[in-house]
């Protein structure tokens, strides 16, 4: 399996307080990935890196925040979290940015705002 | 922009056939991914597509037609653990989205 986790894998939080996830690989992929998950919407990306320092925004942005600052590590912030953003939050790597390498993903983070 | 429709549930009996049909919308395309998730589980990678064409990789194949916008991943001698969700993916406009289809359910009933 490919070297990647993610941190907490679950965590439950209060409206309107900063939450960081956390994934890091040991692949030395280029490309990282975050993507929520809910009943009936699949896989929604949230934001994507395709270097260090260098992210761009996915489908469902709004609210979130990511940081790259080293290869193997790569962060999502919600600023001030919210009910709508009780979710199930993958990542995934892949040496690929356009899907011709599969997508490895983390094990998930169950994240509750109350 | 880019979009991918999936049917969101199919039924189907061991030891059958199914096909999970996957029509995309895109401003460029590099080629169709399909990924298998069973309940509490991370996606996992099945096949890709970046020619027309099939691909077959033991009991699954995946088809691909770049002039029809259209793919299909068909499972065969289905397996009561073949019970997953099913999700189609792509990359390809300007920038490196992946982008996921809304995912289609399988239930393989005895």
């Known amino acids: 399996d490919a070297g990647i986790t993610q941190s907490p894998r679950h965590k439950v939080t209060e409206t309107g307080t900063p939450v960081t996830l956390r994934c890091h690989q040991t692949?030395?992929?280029?490309?990282m990935y975050w993507y929520r998950q809910d009943p009936g919407h699949g896989l929604r990306l949230i934001h994507y890196?395709?270097?260090?320092?260098?992210?761009d925004k996915g489908e469902v942005s709004d609210g979130y925040s990511v940081s790259r600052s080293k290869t193997e590590d790569f962060l999502l912030t919600l600023e001030s979290a919210t009910s709508s953003q009780t979710s199930v939050y993958f990542c995934?790597?892949?040496?690929?940015?356009?899907?011709?390498?599969?997508?490895?993903f983390g094990n998930g983070t169950r994240l509750t705002v109350t | 922009g880019q979009s991918l429709e999936q049917p969101s549930e199919v039924t189907a009996v061991e030891g059958a056939i199914v096909q999970i049909n996957c029509t995309y919308q895109?401003?460029?395309?590099?080629?169709l991914s399909w990924y298998q998730q069973h309940d509490g589980g991370a996606p996992t990678f099945l096949s890709y597509?970046?020619?027309?064409g099939l691909e077959e990789t033991g009991r699954f194949s995946s088809f691909l037609s770049r002039s029809d916008s259209y793919g299909y991943l068909l499972l065969q001698e289905l397996q009561m653990k073949d019970s997953a969700s099913y999700f189609c993916?792509?990359?390809?406009?300007?920038?490196?989205?992946?982008?996921f289809g809304s995912g289609t359910r399988l239930l393989v009933r005895p």
């Open positions: 993916a792509a990359g390809g406009d300007s920038s490196y989205k992946l982008i």
């Open positions: 597509n970046g020619l027309d």
């Open positions: 890196s395709y270097g260090v320092k260098d992210t």
């Open positions: 692949e030395n992929h280029r490309y």
């Open positions: 895109t401003s460029g395309f590099y080629g």
């Open positions: 995934a790597i892949s040496d690929s940015g356009t899907g011709t390498s599969p997508l490895h």
